[in-house]
């Protein structure tokens, strides 16, 4: 009797499933052939998204990104027109963005990444009208060390390092704005790629990727965008 009552007990408790055999399942989603430009489909909750776009919106003072400055001067440029929102020293935003950048490189790229610090993340808002021209992140010119290490050491400060990862979040729903597709280029091959308008899908990539934001047509789109740098270049 004893022993029919545990079977009973014992069939009604659920089983956990069988281990699934083969390879895990990779986070990264390769968009070029050698993985300069990878997708991560973070399933972040939209609540999270408005909750990163309200915090800029809240706490950031917005610059309007049609001007660029030079050797200290303020000029005019059409490379860009944007709403940029920089982060403030002691954001969390950064610091929960560093987890995921950190996965990211651990699993595709292995740079020599040292931090992504408040002053390297943003929001940038495109409203109708607004885009940003072709452009990379770094230049080959700011990759190569510009004199050689002396005896007395090598100087490290914010000047030796450049950006190795750029990181692009989609804050917006895709139906919140039509336009405003973000286009990569391959290095390589030269052939090019549209990234994923779906609300939080992560773009990751090699600074040096020339890529571009169409026109918005209608709506807004709010995006999360910041570098990792690193030391550089040898």
């Known amino acids: 009797m004893a022993n029919n009552l545990w079977k009973n007990v014992s069939s009604s408790v659920p089983q956990p499933k069988p281990k699934q055999s083969g ?10 052939l050698g993985s300069s430009v990878v997708q991560w489909d973070t399933k972040l909750p939209a609540v999270l998204c408005d909750e990163i776009i309200n915090h800029y919106l809240t706490h950031s003072r917005e610059h309007h990104g049609k001007t660029v400055r030079t050797d200290g001067n303020i000029q005019e440029t059409n490379h860009r027109k ?6 403030l020293p002691g954001d969390w935003v950064p610091s929960f963005m ?9 699993e595709n790229f292995q740079c020599d990444i040292t931090a992504l610090y408040y002053t ?33 050491g090598t100087r490290m400060n914010y000047t030796d390092h450049v950006r190795k990862l750029s990181f692009t979040l989609q804050l917006s729903d895709s139906d919140d704005y039509t336009g405003g597709e973000m286009q990569l280029v391959n290095n390589c091959t030269r052939d090019s790629t549209f990234i994923s308008k779906e609300r939080g899908s992560l773009c990751i990539f090699d600074s040096r990727v020339p890529h571009r934001v169409k026109p918005v047509k209608t709506g807004k789109r ?9 030391p550089k270049w040898k």
């Open 23 to 32: 390879a895990p399942k990779r986070l990264l989603t390769p968009l070029f």
């Open 82 to 87: 944007t709403i940029t929102r920089w982060s």
């Open 98 to 106: 560093s987890n995921y950048i950190n996965i990211a490189n651990d």
């Open 120 to 152: 390297e993340c943003h929001m940038l808002e495109y409203g109708p009208g607004h885009y940003y021209d072709w452009h990379s992140d770094t230049s080959y010119e700011q990759c190569t060390r510009a004199s050689s290490a002396t005896w007395s």
């Open 222 to 230: 709010y995006a999360l965008v910041g570098w990792a740098l690193g």
